[in-house]
């Protein structure tokens, strides 16, 4: 089993930064891919981006130039770095880690105000 622990959401303006943080325990071994997902009112869940074991990134477009995922293995943390925050990007931010089965976090609010 793993858990997955979020913090770093909140409050910020447009253009501003934040960084979110993913931290995991539990049969870590077991992760093939680390992830970041975000669920906005009446929409639907979707990816943000996603860190493979070996480091390789994926980012959604509507992210991509502003957005960064990356890992610290000796902590057992992902992060996601983002900058020059829009409104739009208001969101509950979900970590997910995938591997034999998928876990999720307990989410983060991002709220971005224009």
């Known amino acids: 089993q793993v858990r997955l622990v979020e913090s770093g959401g909140g409050l910020v303006q447009a253009g501003g930064s934040l960084r979110l943080s993913c931290a995991a325990s539990?049969?870590?071994?077991?992760?093939?891919?680390m992830g970041w997902y975000r669920q906005a009112p009446g929409k639907q869940r979707e990816s943000v981006a996603t860190?493979?074991?070996?480091?390789?990134?994926n980012y959604a477009d509507s992210v991509k130039g502003r957005f960064t995922i990356y890992r610290d293995n000796a902590k057992n943390t992902m992060y996601l770095q983002m900058n020059s925050l829009k409104p739009e990007d208001t969101a509950v931010y979900y970590c997910?880690?995938?591997?034999?089965?998928?876990?999720w976090g307990q989410g983060t609010q991002v709220t971005v105000s224009s």
């Open positions: 860190i493979t074991s070996g480091g390789s990134t």
């Open positions: 997910q880690s995938s591997g034999i089965l998928n876990y």
């Open positions: 539990g049969s870590i071994f077991r992760i093939l891919i």
